[in-house]
């Protein structure tokens, strides 16, 4: 199993999502201005402040090389997550609907915050037992997601837990094909008891396991 | 018009008023055209003045400085250097440094709170060191009466949240205190740590002759001209409005990539020197390099990159553009160099060489604009006695009493009341609103994040862990500066001690009014004795810092401010200490002598009573013993939590140990001991099992280990839904999370 993670100049988790990857399996980075995914089984769009997001959050990224690599990765099923300024990237690409406005209270927050898994049958979270909540924390100045279609809800934020007034409560969605996946907080901070909950470790373990599967059939 | 040298200096017309205008006084002008031996021309006279600012000649506090003590078995790098540097072991190097950016802040808190931030980071990766937590100092007016003061407060956090979030660099701590002295001056000190390993750690001496000088980052522009030394180096007064262009303008996404190329430049073992742009920019900079490398520099104004055209030569040398750092390359190497800048998209631009002439040489327009030695920019420029005068009345018979809070704390009130009248007051309440808009958790080091022990604790690669800590307590050093100096000295040693930490280092940041002012003057040298003794006493050596004067407007000078980052080190990381209670039935126990006082308590701020002298006296070899203590404790993993006394007094103390583990204790004070009296770094609040308790203040290492035994009063039992503290109150702690939570999130 071998993720990749994507490098944008200015990516500021990247590292981070790259030890939390290590943890389940082999992880190496991808330069933004590279075309080549390296072969990699799956791609994590990182979070961090791609190109500065003085424009508007992942408005720039989504233009990178790589990008075009990726989504011709995640038409051919490839497993794709973005993790805050990759969940923006993702939705600025339209490899996910809907976006991310800044939060109600104009403010950058951070905060541990409780998700519920609403779908625990997708590739991302089949490590997690139906209707479990997950403690990972949360950093980001626009993270109020919106959407005017319905959209395939995976994680909501526990009730009274929503730092940042999206709509319906939601932390992450996935696409239809349900192999894309974008979520606000970061479980890359959430797998190491030393430095936090080891919560978020259930959604990289998810990711290893579907890959071995499809690898298995 | 003169001609020096080979090449003609242009000069200007040579104006009585012109030197003043820069902020240098007629003596200093005539010391510089006697060792010139003529008079200076424009760009020459515009280097010299920022180079003889007191923000960058210290020229009231260098002979003060010598009497910090700055030698210790961990120090790396020393003061002088960009940043000081000390050894954690496993062939690692922790850089850190505290600054101010006080008067930017003041005149535009956004952009001047995050291009302090920006400049800490540069200083420290300049060394080599990857940037890996920032903590703030921040002192305002009072938020509750103050709109001024409310604006400062939420732009200054909100830039150095822009900042800090958008480069990956967590925030781990930090302070903010409110009080009227800083209502004209307030004080926002940024400090960095960086981690290296040792093979990597770089000094800013320049070096080779015929070796290029490349300018990496961003292009300069007219910002920030004279920040220096008409901003840092002079007092406030009215239209000060017209200073906003003396402040920079930060971006963090330029600094993001410009670190992570110096860096890989560093790693690839391309440069000879690095060097960061900083106060008087490309002036003071390269004049440094030379200095430190004895030798000389020419630089080409034509070859700087510039952000808008018809800039002046003196311009481009004093710019304080931020987001550049000046290397020193081989020339064969240069090629190398330019082509890790363009992965990188940072440009890089030799603009001139290094020469063995000990002068810098200035060109523009293809005439010598200045050439200077090196010497009087950087050696020459007097340095000044102070000349201390205790004030006439007392220390504090400089500031007025200060206005009552609430009616909550007069002496009639109950003791309960005043509990959760200090809890919410600005001083003492919640951080939260100011922490959760930073970035704690980025680059998954973090061990202790704010407000879950008393310092923050990193881990590091070699399996071991950092703690630190910043503190200040300026209302202290007002009432009595050379004990209330020593106080934060040891305040910082006892967080440390709380999580497990041994101090390796401290950095300082002395934020105070006018030295050319009597009163001012002796307060700065009291309290600097009084950080040179704590250090000795303590171990713990000055590796660097900062110093920030004429923080004083027409009303007076700030409260006298030493603010102290320490760093310490700890084994095992799953052990670092934490401050909440945790389990029902631990015992509570004071550990160390602790015989506070009510003179400039919070309590006695909020009942509006004038500052007084003196504060209790602090036994050094008493306090040692329980910082060791506790440290001990901690490490082997005997308390449940560890917590030090510090602003409330024991009663806060407690309040923020039930609130912080939302569980209540039971205690029995010590008979006479007021629960609002305030004696700083001296003693603890700790829980644990009973009988783990017992053990913790037998002499370490037998009773003729030369070691005092360390008093252990255990005080009551962790339990319940209230802080009962018989005869005395009874709050619910939920009543005293609520009053905790709303002082501060009302201001922001």
């Known amino acids: ?217 | 018009m003169s001609r020096v040298g080979g090449g003609r200096v242009v000069s200007g017309a040579a104006t009585d008023s012109r030197h003043a205008a820069l902020g240098l006084s007629d003596l200093e002008y005539d010391r510089i055209v006697e060792l010139l031996g003529r008079e200076p021309g424009d760009t020459e006279l515009a280097m010299l003045s920022l180079m003889w600012s007191e923000h960058c000649a210290y020229k009231h506090s260098r002979r003060l400085l010598r009497r910090l003590p700055t030698e210790g078995p961990a120090v790396l790098m020393g003061p002088g250097e960009n940043a000081g540097v000390v050894d954690v072991g496993g062939g690692l190097g922790l850089a850190f440094k505290v600054e101010s950016h006080n008067h930017p802040s003041a005149v535009e808190p956004f952009q001047g709170a995050a291009t302090g931030v920006g400049g800490i980071l540069r200083d420290v990766f300049a060394v080599g060191a990857r940037p890996i937590a920032v903590l703030d100092s921040l002192r305002f007016g009072e938020v509750a009466r103050s709109a001024r003061s409310r604006y400062l407060l939420e732009r200054a956090v909100a830039g150095i949240g822009h900042y800090g979030n958008s480069i990956g660099v967590p925030t781990i701590g930090g302070e903010v205190y409110f009080e009227h002295a800083y209502e004209q001056n307030c004080l926002v000190n940024a400090m960095c740590l960086g981690l290296a390993p040792q093979a990597r750690l770089i000094r800013a001496a320049a070096a080779g002759p015929g070796n290029v000088l490349v300018l990496l980052g961003a292009l300069t522009g007219r910002d920030g001209i004279g920040g220096a030394s008409v901003l840092a180096s002079a007092e406030f007064g009215e239209g000060d409005a017209d200073k906003r262009p003396t402040v920079q303008i930060g971006d963090p996404f330029a600094e993001k990539k410009l670190l992570e190329c110096s860096l890989e430049l560093l790693d690839s073992e391309l440069l000879v020197s690095l060097q960061d742009l900083g106060a008087a920019g490309l002036t003071s900079s390269a004049s440094e390099m030379a200095a430190k490398g004895a030798v000389g520099l020419d630089i080409d104004c034509d070859r700087v990159p510039l952000r808008e055209p018809g800039m002046e030569p003196f311009e481009i040398m004093v710019s304080e553009s931020q987001e550049r750092m000046l290397c020193v390359v081989v020339p064969e190497r240069v090629p190398d160099v330019v082509a890790v800048c363009e992965r990188w998209e940072i440009r890089a631009t030799p603009i001139g060489e290094v020469t063995d002439s000990g002068r810098m040489r200035i060109r523009a327009g293809g005439e010598l604009v200045a050439d200077l030695p090196v010497g009087i920019l950087v050696d020459d420029c007097p340095v000044y006695d102070l000349a201390p005068v205790a004030p006439e009345g007392g220390p504090t018979s400089i500031y007025p009493a200060p206005e009552p809070v609430s009616a909550a704390v007069d002496a009639a009130g109950s003791a309960g009341d005043t509990l959760l009248a200090l809890l919410a007051s600005a001083n003492l309440a919640s951080r939260l609103p100011v922490f959760e808009q930073y970035d704690p958790v980025v680059q998954s080091r973090t061990v202790r994040r704010p407000d879950e022990a008393d310092a923050a604790v990193l881990a590091l690669p070699t399996g071991e862990a950092i703690a630190v800590s910043i503190d200040g307590n300026g209302r202290r050093v007002a009432c009595d500066p050379r004990t209330g100096a020593a106080e934060v000295v040891y305040e910082c040693a006892a967080n440390l001690a709380c999580v497990g930490g041994e101090p390796l280092g401290l950095t300082n940041c002395l934020n105070f009014g006018n030295p050319e002012k009597g009163h001012v003057a002796w307060q700065l040298s009291e309290a600097v004795d009084g950080i040179a003794a704590a250090c000795e006493a303590l171990s713990v050596p000055v590796i660097g810092g900062n110093v920030s004067l004429y923080n004083e407007a027409p009303a007076g000078p700030i409260y006298p401010t030493p603010v102290i980052g320490m760093v310490g080190r700890l084994p095992d990381p799953a052990r670092a200490g934490r401050l909440a209670f945790g389990s029902e039935g631990d015992a509570i126990a004071i550990v160390g002598g602790f015989h506070p006082s009510p003179v400039g308590s919070e309590l006695a701020k909020l009942r509006g009573e004038p500052l007084a002298a003196p504060l209790p006296p602090l036994d050094a070899i008493a306090a040692l013993g329980a910082h060791r203590a506790v440290r001990e404790a901690v490490r082997a993993g005997t308390l449940t939590s560890a917590h030090d006394i510090a602003e409330g007094g024991i009663a806060v103390a407690l309040a923020e140990c039930c609130v912080a583990g939302n569980v209540g204790a039971r205690v029995e004070l010590p008979e006479g001991l007021d629960p609002f009296a305030e004696a700083f770094g001296r003693a603890f609040v700790v829980s644990g099992p009973p009988e783990a308790l017992a053990g913790i203040g037998a002499e370490p290492g037998g009773p003729r280990s030369g070691h005092a035994a360390v008093p252990v009063t255990v005080i009551g039992r962790v339990g319940g839904p209230a802080l009962e503290l018989e005869g005395v109150l009874g709050v619910p702690v939920a009543a005293l999370a609520e009053a905790r939570a709303g002082g501060l999130a009302a201001a922001l």
């Open chain 1, 1 to 217: 199993m071998k993720f990749g993670i994507v490098r944008f100049p200015g990516s500021c988790d990247d590292i981070d999502a790259q030890l939390a990857c290590e943890r389940v399996g082999e992880a190496v980075l991808l330069w933004h201005a590279d075309r080549d995914l390296q072969g990699v089984d799956a791609v994590v769009i990182p979070g961090g402040f791609s190109y500065g997001d003085y424009l508007r959050a992942g408005a720039i990224a989504r233009f990178a090389p790589v990008m075009e690599s990726v989504a011709e990765f995640a038409r051919e099923g490839g497993l794709v997550l973005g993790i805050c300024n990759g969940f923006q990237v993702l939705c600025e690409a339209g490899l996910l609907p809907g976006a991310l406005l800044p939060n109600v209270s104009l403010r950058f927050v951070f905060r541990q915050v409780r998700l519920e898994v609403v779908d625990s049958e997708t590739p991302f979270t089949r490590a997690c037992e139906p209707g479990r909540t997950l403690s990972i924390p949360a950093k980001h100045a626009s993270g109020r997601y919106f959407s005017p279609e319905p959209v395939d809800v995976v994680l909501r934020y526990a009730p009274g837990e929503n730092p940042n007034g999206s709509q319906d409560d939601i932390a992450g969605v996935r696409n239809a094909a349900g192999n894309v996946f974008g979520l606000m907080p970061h479980p890359e901070h959430a797998v190491d008891p030393l430095t936090g909950s080891v919560d978020g470790l259930s959604i990289f373990e998810s990711m290893r396991v579907s890959v071995e599967a499809r690898v298995a059939a």
